[in-house]
């Protein structure tokens, strides 16, 4: 399995986890992905993408609203 698709799929293993409202120490623990290393590729280029946010202090997944036209 090449990088790009181990990055993607611990994006959506943290998306699934962040629909309840996770802590990064907790994401880490879960993931068993070093701290610093989750928050720099992966945490923080999902909030730039707007697919998590915060919430009081931990992440949550971005619900997506679909438009009807």
Do not use: A, H
Not at 25 to 44: A, G, P, Q
């Amino acid at each position: 399995m090449n990088q790009k698709y181990k990055r993607i799929e611990i994006e959506n293993k943290i998306l699934d986890l962040c629909n309840t409202p996770k802590s990064s120490k907790e994401l880490s623990k879960l993931l068993e992905i070093n701290f610093n290393t989750l928050r720099s590729k992966y945490i923080y280029p999902l909030l730039k993408k707007n697919e998590v946010e915060r919430y009081q202090g931990k992440y949550k997944t971005v619900k997506k609203k679909i438009i009807n036209k």
